[in-house]
């Protein structure tokens, strides 16, 4: 994620998913009542929040799940320089006047003759930042709730894995995958501690 106002998040997680999980994540967002504002540079200054089912129709994403009632002002959009091209482009200012759930996920992809499962991450902080004032307030409390709502709802059917770097969503399909040996984790550190962490669990 961008950050613009920075801080620790009060709780994240990431996510192992097979293509046929994405759906799971889009009822979970909608059962909790979120929509999305994403988070990727605009060509003009325009932003606007979309429903959950737009993430079918992109094959990665990074954005800001959240209800109307979540957004407390303004949406601060910066106007940023490519360095490369020396474009223009406008940018959302992170947890700026509103409060959300943060999540991005990168889709399943090919390497050399292997299938390799998408990933994800989902975060949740415990303020924000009210602007013009610079002050910080706390986050309602259904942010949080939310945020336990839709794991939740990832966590069906899978599984929890404890890796060395924190705790991961093995997603149902992306489980039963991984079972029958037809793809692998993304990163080769991840697959080695699957391997090992749930296939005992799998046997």
């Given at each position: 994620?961008?950050?613009?106002?920075?801080?620790?998040?009060?709780?994240?997680?990431?996510?192992?998913?097979?293509?046929?999980?994405?759906?799971?994540?889009?009822?979970?967002?909608?059962?909790?009542?979120?929509?999305?504002?994403?988070?990727?540079?605009?060509?003009?200054?325009?932003?606007?929040?979309?429903?959950?089912?737009?993430?079918?129709?992109?094959?990665?994403?990074?954005?800001?799940?959240?209800?109307?009632?979540?957004?407390?002002?303004?949406?601060?959009?910066?106007?940023?320089?490519?360095?490369?091209?020396?474009?223009?482009?406008?940018?959302v200012?992170?947890?700026?006047?509103?409060?959300?759930?943060?999540f991005?996920?990168?889709?399943?992809?090919?390497?050399?003759?292997?299938?390799?499962?998408?990933?994800?991450?989902?975060?949740?902080?415990?303020?924000?930042?009210?602007?013009?004032?610079?002050?910080?307030?706390?986050?309602?409390?259904?942010v949080?709730?939310?945020?336990?709502?839709?794991?939740?709802?990832?966590?069906?059917?899978?599984?929890?894995?404890?890796?060395?770097?924190?705790?991961?969503?093995?997603?149902?399909?992306?489980?039963?995958?991984?079972?029958?040996?037809?793809?692998?984790?993304?990163?080769?550190?991840?697959?080695?501690?699957?391997?090992?962490?749930?296939?005992?669990?799998?046997?």
């Amino acid at each position: 994620m961008r950050c613009g106002f920075r801080g620790e998040p009060l709780a994240s997680i990431e996510f192992i998913w097979a293509s046929t999980d994405l759906v799971t994540l889009v009822k979970a967002l909608e059962g909790a009542g979120l929509d999305c504002l994403f988070n990727r540079r605009h060509a003009t200054p325009d932003v606007e929040v979309r429903p959950a089912t737009d993430l079918l129709t992109v094959e990665r994403a990074s954005f800001y799940a959240l209800r109307s009632e979540w957004i407390f002002g303004e949406l601060l959009i910066k106007r940023l320089q490519n360095t490369v091209t020396n474009e223009y482009y406008f940018d959302v200012a992170p947890r700026v006047n509103f409060s959300c759930i943060s999540f991005s996920f990168y889709p399943p992809a090919q390497r050399n003759r292997d299938l390799l499962f998408g990933w994800g991450d989902a975060d949740t902080h415990s303020t924000w930042r009210k602007e013009p004032e610079g002050e910080i307030r706390s986050a309602p409390s259904e942010v949080g709730l939310s945020f336990k709502q839709v794991i939740s709802a990832l966590r069906k059917g899978g599984t929890v894995m404890q890796t060395r770097y924190g705790k991961v969503i093995v997603m149902a399909n992306a489980l039963s995958e991984f079972s029958s040996g037809t793809s692998l984790m993304p990163h080769a550190w991840l697959q080695e501690e699957a391997v090992q962490r749930l296939g005992a669990e799998l046997q």
